[in-house]
């Protein structure tokens, strides 16, 4: 069809009626039915709901099927959950919540106290340089748990009739010293197997897991804690896992005879209203040796576990968002709209609250990259660090621990001088808390409970404060500075009112060598009924500051002068100057004159050698260390670094020697210039072969004068140990008995001198002596039996002499000293203080307030020949330390002297080998070797013509 020009085509030519076009009809209509359907259909629904709704509930979501009762409890969960807590209040409470009814107010009079914080207008910046601290003479009244005044002269009469007036005679009166980090009560002690606790293995991350519920209340180690004047500790899971689990504070008070109304877990806890939760996480070497398997599961590297705590802090990121979004939802429809209950996995709960700023995050870490990545996971997860645990090398990095999450840094909770016992530990220093300290961090000083017995856990301050820091600032750092991290700086650590009555009297100085509490109250109840104390001169309280460290500079002279010499140990030029000091003239490596020395100064003027005035210097013998794994042992749980262990080779230390290493480049600088050292039978300090006496200053074993005794003893293993390789301790015995016999009986010569036989046989002739390791008194006592069989066998066949025994270790040896003393066998105390750590040293005596002595005092009483040895090798810094206690506590029975010969001549008497040469092996200290402070200046090595002078 065609259409005229300007005619619009008709309708039906632009959409021709076809079947397409009837068919799309049909289809609109269909539509717009169906449209009109469910309109009709949500008009209906809308007037049933809004008809049948009760009354008042808004038209939305249809009712919650769940529980009204329990969606309401969500809800209010979620105020918590966006609560922050608080440190809670000390002053205000008109009593401590842990006080028991009945308790006797006590007004402690005549004190001398160090309150814990300067006085009022000190400005931080001079407060953080010690001005304003002092200790000041007054009173203390403890009433209702709380401490209510501090101040002089408080009348008594204005008091309630039944207060206790205790008379604390001038001594010294501080806060209980708190303690960070402790297993006291998970890893109790003596150490068995059914009662560690310390470590849930079953899985690397357990946050969920709680040290509450595995604190063993009779834990004697609870006591012997408090006897060292702690009365707060943090107890904490072990550090095998990435995220051990929670941690709880509790109080050293258990029961009915330390004034406790029950014996609970519960009733042991320090801040009963739980203001803060604590957890425990561990970086570095413990987590990948644990629970790394190659090929099936992590963490085997620091990679991994890095991995291993994102990866946890995901999942309670993830809980925290979830839960936050239904908080948000629940608030704004109403709990009645909801149809799931508030997310809640008890898994990550407590690593959710982490990250809401609920708990405080206490981490073990070692590293600069376990600290840097640890640092880097808080600003990830946006969640603070109150300390660093262990934390060896955080002294190298202050600026990486300022960069943590949070208003303030970490604090580093630390040993004074434990180190060197794993790869992660080799880096460290003295020095630590100083330089933290001087670089505006904060130094807290903790024992690791039972690494080292928390019972000495202010010793580690008192060494601190040796190490160069600030007094005020090492005692803070087991009061103070431990209660603010632990958020309850409100209520411990210092002595004034409003704070719990927790405090200590101290028979001297508690930074000094040897400082043990007269009596120690907690919540104001004393805590000894009648406690042991040590008679002690009176001293006046420490200077606030310390002379600065040496530094690490040695310088090699043969010849120099040293003024300001006070006091001389060496018996052939003993000098105990009162009035004047002396002088000491070196040439050549050897002392040339010691008194006024004028021909001697004026040659040493002329030739220009160097001169060095000390203030208050002592000249000693150098100390000789007899039962450690010294120069057999660069790093303890290092195999490639040590001589490793023999449970069934006998051996020679000699032929194991590796020398040059840091242990004894420190040893040498703290004093210890020789060694007597034997092969490890299956673990530290236990013992098997013959022992070498060395000098820890030489660089190999051919050096000269490096080997003074080839075979200074024949050693063995008798505690237990020695059931690794025996399967009992009677069949070590008597097997060693049969071999003594044996030997005894036997009238060949081995053609070879380097046999087990051979050795025995110098035994039996008494050219050499027989040294076993052993702690137990029924060891001990089956031990004197058998030498008394070996004796009889050698009368019998030989016609005389008796075999030479020295007992290494001799924890329970007091118990044997008189029996020990007729048998003329020596010990080598080794630890000197054992703290009942293994099942054959459970009767340890553990000092004043608890005991009257110790074992050393028990065996020096019966003229047994003692020693102290070291049964870990770090201790090669605190010898002459441990000399200082046994003099400072042995009540008059040791002399200076007698003290230092514990660490010296006294081995070599035990051994029957020569004594050291005075003229040139001694050691020069600025101060007394026996006192927190000394430092070694100069050391003669006994070989060669030179000595080292430390600058």
Known sequence: MEYGKGELPPYSAVAAPDWRRRRSVRRSRAVKLFFLTCLAFIVYAQWWQMDTRPMGRPVGRPVSQLSIEKLSENLRTCAKLRSKPRDPIGLGRERNARYVDGHKPTLIKNAIIWVGEPADGTSDEDARAGKGFSWINADVLLEYGLIKEVQKDIDARSLPSDTLIWDAKGRQLTSGIIDMHSHAGVDSLPELVGNDDTNEMGSNITPYIRSIDGINVFDHQIQVIKSGGVTTSLVLPGSSNNIG??????????????????????????????????????????????????????????????????????????????????????????????????????????????????????????TVPDLEAFVDHTNEFKFPVRAFHHAHQTFLVPEILKRAYGDTPPASALFADNMWYKAEAYIGSEYAGKVLYDNGLTPIYVSDNPVLNAQHVVFEAAKAFGYGLPYHAALASVTTAPAERLGLGQRIGKV???????????????????AAPVQVWIDGTAQFEDPVELEKPFTAPRNFTSEAPITEETVIVGDVVLMGISKSFLPSQQHNSHDEDFTVVISRGKIACMGICEAELEMASKSGVKTIHLKNGHLTKPFT????LLGLNGIDAEQDTENGGSPEIFSRGIDGLALETKKLHYAYKYGVTRAISAPKYSGQATHQGTSVGFRTGAKHALDEGAIFADDAAVHYTLDLSAKRGSTSISNAVNTLRHKLIEASTSNTTTADPYTEAAFLSKVIDGSLPLAITVHSADVIATLLRAKESVDNAIASSRGSGSISLIIIGGAESFLLADELAAAKVGVVLNPLLSYRNSWDQRRALTGAPLTNGTAVDKLVEAGVRVAI???????????????????????????????????????????????????????????????????????????????????
Request: net charge negative; charged share 25%; aromatic share 8%.
């Open 625 to 628: 260390v007899f039962g450690s």
């Open 869 to 951: 040895g070291i049964n870990e090798d770090w201790l090669v810094r605190d010898v002459g330390l441990l000399a200082g206690i046994a003099y400072r506590n042995g009540q008059g029975r040791l002399s200076e002297k007698d003290a230092l010969d514990l660490v010296s001549d006294n081995v070599y008497e035990l051994l029957g080998l020569k004594k050291t040469d005075d003229a040139r092996e001694f050691v020069v200290f600025e101060g007394n070797p026996l006192e927190i402070g000394a430092k070694v200046r100069v050391v003669g090595g006994g070989v060669g013509d030179e000595v080292t002078l430390f600058m």
């Open 245 to 366: 689990g929670e941690a709880f504070v509790i109080k050293h008070a258990v029961g009915i005879p330390d004034g406790r109304n029950e014996t609970s877990i519960n009733d042991l806890l320090a801040d009963p209203d739980r203001s803060w939760r604590y957890i425990k996480m561990a970086c570095g070497e413990n987590s990948k040796r644990t629970y790394g398997k190659a090929g099936e599961h992590g963490p085997t590297s620091r990679l991994g576990e890095s991995w291993e705590f994102r990866h946890a802090f995901e999942q309670a990121a993830k809980q925290v968002q979830a839960q936050n979004d239904w908080c948000t939802l629940a608030e704004s429809i109403g709990v009645e709209q909801m149809d799931s209950y508030l997310p809640q996995d008890l898994e990550w709960e407590t690593l959710a609250a982490v990250l809401r700023g609920h708990v405080h995050v206490n981490t073990h870490c070692y």
């Open 496 to 514: 004034k009112p409003g704070f719990d009555a927790d405090v200590v009297v101290w028979d001297s100085d508690p930074l000094s060598v040897g």
